[in-house]
C-alpha cells in the first residue's frame, strides 16, 4: 500500500485510449492505493460512459461539446458530474480533490491540460510525449517553479527513471533508448513504398493506439522519445543513443561516468511503467506476467536505419536547433500520420512533408507559449496545403 495519509486519487486524461484504460486496470487492481476522480474523453462518448458506470468517477470531460447531451443524460443519474469543451478540459485538472494528473491524450492536445495541472500543483504522470517535444523547456522550467514531480510512463523513459533510482546524485554518461524496430525492421526504400496502413498498424511487441502504432513502424516514435528524454532527464543530444533491440525485453539503458551500465527489463506491458508512476516511490505488487530467461535463447541489438526511417533522423536533427523546430516537427508528424491513416500519404511520403514544413515555418530561437501555439497551428496549416503535392 502507498505511504500516504489517503488513496492517492488520479485524473486520467485520455481514459478511452489504450493508456487510459490500461489505467483503469491498474486502478481496478489496487483498489486500496488508488481512487479515481476525473476520466476525460474526445470523441468516444459510449467508451466513456461505460468507464465512468463501471469505476464512478467524481466527474467526467468529453472534449467534443456535441456530445455533451449524449454523456450527460446517461450518467447524471448517477450523480457523476459531466462538462464538455476544452476550457472544461483544462479547468478539470485543478479540481482540489485531485492528486496525480495521468496525461494520456494523443499529440499536442495535451499541452495545455498539462500547463494547467502543473500550475495547480499536481503532480504528473506523463505519456503524452507530444508536451515535452514541443514545449520541453517551458514545461521543465515550470514543473520546477511549482515544485511539480514529473513521473514518466513511456516504457523507455520509466526504464531510465527506475535505472537513476538511487543514482540522482551520480552524473550519466549517456543513456540507451531501446526501439524494436516496429513491423518494418530490416525493410528498405522499395519495399517500404507500398506498404499499407494495414501493415503498418501491426506492431510486433506492442498493443497501442493507430497513432502512436504508425510513429512506430516509421521510428518518429523513438524520435519524439529522443527530445522528450533531454528535457526529463537533463542531457545533451550526444547523451542519448538508440540501439533497436527486436525482442523488448530490456527497455532502456543508464551508463554511468565509471563505465557501468544498468538496464530495467521486463515483459512488454505498459501496466508495469503506469503502475510505478502512478505509485512511485513504492512498488505495489502486482499479477503482471513474469520475464522467463527460458523463453528468450537470445537478446538481440542493431544499429537503427537512420538513411531508411528519416524521421529518427528528422528528430536528432530538430533537437540540435532548438526552440520552435521540434514544435513544428511534431504538428507536421501529426497531420503525416492522419493523411497516411486516411490514404492521402504514403508511408514514405511523411518524412518528406515532415521536412518541407522544417523548411518553410519561420525558426524562433526562444519560442513563448504563444509562440508555440501559433507554431503549431502555422504547421498543421501549411502541412494540409502540401500534403495534396505528394
Not at 492536445?109 to 523547456?137: D, H, M, W, Y
Request: glycine share 6%; aromatic share 8%.
Amino acid at each position: 500500500m502507498l505511504n500516504t495519509e489517503h488513496k492517492k486519487r488520479i485524473a486520467i486524461l485520455g481514459s478511452t485510449g489504450s493508456i487510459g484504460t490500461q489505467a483503469l486496470e491498474v486502478i481496478e487492481a489496487n483498489p486500496e492505493s488508488f481512487e479515481l476522480e476525473v476520466l476525460t474523453a474526445n470523441h468516444n462518448a459510449k467508451l466513456l460512459i461505460a468507464q465512468a458506470l463501471a469505476y464512478k468517477p467524481n466527474a467526467v470531460v468529453i472534449a467534443n461539446d456535441a456530445l455533451y447531451d449524449e454523456v450527460f443524460d446517461a450518467l447524471d443519474p448517477h450523480d457523476i458530474k459531466v462538462y464538455a469543451g476544452a476550457n472544461a478540459l483544462n479547468s478539470i485538472v485543478e479540481m482540489e480533490t485531485v492528486d496525480l494528473v495521468l496525461t494520456a491524450m494523443v499529440g499536442y492536445a495535451g499541452l495545455q491540460p498539462t500547463i494547467r495541472a502543473i500550475n495547480a500543483g499536481k503532480s504528473i504522470a506523463l505519456a503524452n510525449k507530444e508536451t515535452l517535444v514541443v514545449a520541453g523547456e517551458l514545461i521543465t522550467k515550470l514543473a520546477r517553479e511549482k515544485g511539480v514531480n514529473i513521473y514518466p510512463v513511456d516504457s523507455e523513459h520509466s526504464a531510465i527513471f527506475q535505472c537513476l533510482a538511487g543514482e540522482f546524485h551520480n552524473p550519466i554518461e549517456k543513456i540507451i533508448l531501446t526501439a524494436s524496430g516496429g513491423p518494418f525492421r530490416g525493410k528498405d526504400k522499395a519495399f517500404l513504398e507500398t506498404v499499407t496502413k494495414a501493415q503498418a498498424l501491426k506492431h510486433p511487441n506492442w498493443t497501442m493506439g493507430a497513432k502512436i502504432t504508425i510513429d512506430s513502424a516509421s521510428l518518429m516514435n523513438k524520435g519524439l522519445e529522443v527530445i522528450e528524454a533531454k528535457w526529463l532527464f537533463n542531457l545533451r543530444q550526444d547523451q542519448i543513443e538508440v540501439v533497436v533491440h527486436p525482442q523488448s525485453i530490456i527497455h532502456s539503458l543508464v551508463q554511468f561516468e565509471d563505465g557501468s551500465m544498468k538496464a530495467q527489463m521486463g515483459l512488454p506491458d505498459m501496466k508495469l511503467p503506469i503502475q510505478y508512476a502512478m505509485a512511485y516511490p513504492d512498488r505495489l505488487k502486482s499479477a503482471f506476467p513474469r520475464f522467463d530467461f527460458r523463453n528468450f535463447s537470445q537478446l538481440t541489438f542493431e544499429q537503427p536505419d537512420l538513411e531508411t526511417f528519416r524521421n529518427l533522423q528528422l528528430a536528432y536533427d530538430v533537437l540540435a536547433k532548438g526552440g520552435n523546430a521540434p514544435c513544428v516537427l511534431n504538428a507536421a508528424n501529426e497531420i503525416a500520420v492522419a493523411a497516411f491513416l486516411n490514404d492521402e500519404l504514403g508511408f514514405l511520403q511523411m518524412p518528406d512533408l515532415i521536412e518541407s514544413c522544417l523548411a518553410k515555418v519561420a525558426y524562433i530561437a526562444h519560442p513563448s507559449l504563444e509562440d508555440y501555439v501559433q507554431t503549431d497551428a502555422e504547421t498543421r496549416r501549411l502541412a494540409e496545403e502540401l500534403k495534396v503535392k505528394y
